[in-house]
């Protein structure tokens, strides 16, 4: 049986969603069996058989985890391990998400998996300590890292930008960090993909995002061109005005240079992942999309 674990956020409505319109059963948690309890894990995966974890809670309000130290260790450090202790205790097979966060956004060209992590942030710091926990306490894992992650469900920068655009004359956005945008949507399908792979792709840290290398700045001009085309951003005259990192001040360091290399994923499952903009093009036009998010 296949579990995943918070099933109600951004990443783990939409591994549902697939897995259901696959037809594949599964059984799903999310603070209902609270991660930082192993015990409630430990009877939830004995009564269900787990046979796949797939680790989608986590501590994920980067901001203010500067703030909340201790719950974002908690979440994102004792949550890991002690699901990886489970996996481990049943035979399961691990796949949890992490981030790009773990890297600290120097230089200029795709970060390998096998690069020293460096994080810059609480959120960040936790995130690379989780992934050790899973590292230590179990073998049968996949550590997948993702980036600028948006979905149908829940809060992300495509919902926060077109309501932004059409309530206000001009956005500014930062035009010094680079990364690229994931659609929740291609990240769940490689789950499913790897999941139907039956243990054959080699375990370990992969790194998956949609293809590209962009700013927030590119992002929100593409979110613009694309959201008129389909009448989601009405405010058509809203400009998009670039800044600094420095101009824009949060209270979590943000990576500089974010690209994580695709070419260890592609290779091992034999595909070619979406380009970011054809991905977003998706996003905007599907049904799914929540047109209460930009009101
Ligand atoms: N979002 C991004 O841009 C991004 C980028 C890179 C990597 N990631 C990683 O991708 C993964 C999924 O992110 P996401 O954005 O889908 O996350 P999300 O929307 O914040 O969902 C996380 C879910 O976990 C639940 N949860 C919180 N505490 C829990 C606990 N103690 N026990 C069980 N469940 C608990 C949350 O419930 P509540 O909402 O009630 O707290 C929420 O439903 C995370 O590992 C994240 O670090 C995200």
């Known amino acids: 049986m296949i579990w995943v674990i918070g099933y109600k956020g951004m990443l783990g409505s939409?591994?549902?969603?697939?897995?259901?319109?696959?037809?594949?059963?599964?059984?799903?948690?999310?603070?209902?069996?609270?991660?930082?309890?192993?015990?409630?894990?430990?009877?939830?995966?004995?009564?269900?058989?787990?046979?796949?974890?797939?680790?989608?809670?986590?501590?994920?309000?980067?901001?203010?985890?500067?703030?909340?130290?201790?719950?974002?260790h908690k979440l994102n450090v004792e949550g890991p391990e002690n699901i990886a202790k489970v996996a481990k205790k049943y035979g399961a097979r691990l796949i949890h998400i992490s981030t790009d966060y773990v890297f600290d956004g120097t230089g200029d060209t795709p970060r390998t998996e096998d690069m020293p992590v460096a994080p810059i942030g609480v959120y960040?710091?936790?995130?690379?300590?989780?992934?050790?926990?899973?590292?230590?306490?179990?073998?049968?894992?996949?550590?997948?890292?993702?980036a600028w992650l948006y979905g149908w469900?829940?809060?992300?920068?495509?919902?926060?930008?077109?309501?932004?655009?059409?309530?206000?004359?001009?956005?500014k956005v930062v035009n010094d960090q680079k990364g690229t945008p994931t659609f929740a949507g291609d990240l769940a399908n490689v789950i499913l993909t790897i999941i139907s792979k039956k243990g054959t792709v080699p375990y370990g840290i992969y790194h998956c995002t949609d293809l590209g290398e962009i700013t927030w700045w590119d992002f929100t001009n593409e979110i613009k061109k694309q959201g008129i085309e389909k009448g989601l951003v009405t405010n058509k005259e809203c400009v998009v005005n670039p800044c600094t990192t420095d101009e824009y001040p949060?209270?979590?360091?943000?990576?500089?240079?974010?690209?994580?290399?695709?070419?260890?994923?592609?290779?091992?499952?034999?595909?070619?992942?979406?380009d970011w903009k054809e991905s977003l093009s998706k996003f905007l036009h599907s049904e799914l999309f929540d047109k209460s998010r930009i009101e």
């Not at 939409?14 to 930082?36: A, H, K």
């Not at 926060?160 to 059409?166: D, P």
């Not at 949060?250 to 070619?272: E, F, H, M, W």
């Open 153 to 171: 469900a829940g809060k992300n920068f495509v919902y926060t930008m077109i309501r932004a655009m059409n309530t206000h004359d001009a956005v």
């Open 124 to 146: 960040g710091v936790t995130k690379a300590k989780g992934e050790e926990a899973v590292r230590n306490n179990t073998d049968k894992y996949y550590i997948l890292r993702t």
């Open 14 to 72: 939409e591994i549902c969603r697939q897995l259901g319109e696959n037809n594949i059963q599964f059984v799903r948690t999310d603070v209902d069996v609270d991660i930082t309890d192993i015990e409630a894990l430990d009877q939830f995966a004995k009564c269900w058989a787990v046979t796949w974890i797939i680790n989608c809670a986590a501590y994920t309000a980067v901001d203010k985890a500067e703030s909340d130290i201790e719950l974002a």
């Open 250 to 274: 949060t209270p979590a360091k943000r990576p500089a240079y974010s690209v994580l290399s695709k070419d260890k994923i592609q290779n091992a499952l034999g595909i070619t992942l979406p």
